[in-house]
Nanobody, 121 residues
Framework: QVQLVESGGGLVQAGGSLRLSCAASGRTFSTYAMGWFRQAPGKEREFVARINWASTTYYAESVKGRFTISRDNGKKTVYLQMNSLKPEDTAAYYC???????????????WGQGTQVTVSS
């Protein structure tokens, strides 16, 4: 069992930066692939980024070059550094854990409660 708690969301102007954090509980954190998804009002939840146990990363095309996912297994925390933010990045961001390297949300077992990111133009 893994519990996830996100933090770091907020309101930022276009072009600004935010860093999201996701604190995990559970002794097997280091064995999970960790991901970030987001969901804007009226839209489906979409994949943003993932990182596996070896810190290999993968990004959605829409955020590649602007967002960076990282993890600290000692602190049981995963991060999402978001730079050059755009209004279209506005969404609730969710941290999630999977036993597979995947962009399919149905394969993620555990989800946080989400943190809101709002980018003003």
């Amino acid at each position: 069992q893994v519990q996830l708690v996100e933090s770091g969301g907020g309101l930022v102007q276009a072009g600004g930066s935010l860093r999201l954090s996701c604190a995990a509980s559970g002794r097997t954190f280091s064995t999970y692939a960790m991901g970030w998804f987001r969901q804007a009002p009226g839209k489906e939840r979409e994949f943003v980024a993932r990182i596996n146990w070896a810190s290999t990363t993968y990004y959605a095309e829409s955020v590649k070059g602007r967002f960076t996912i990282s993890r600290d297994n000692g602190k049981k925390t995963v991060y999402l550094q978001m730079n050059s933010l755009k209004p279209e990045d506005t969404a609730a961001y969710y941290c999630t854990a999977s036993q597979n390297n995947t962009e399919d949300p149905t394969e993620y077992l555990y989800w946080g409660q989400g943190t809101q990111v709002t980018v003003s133009s």
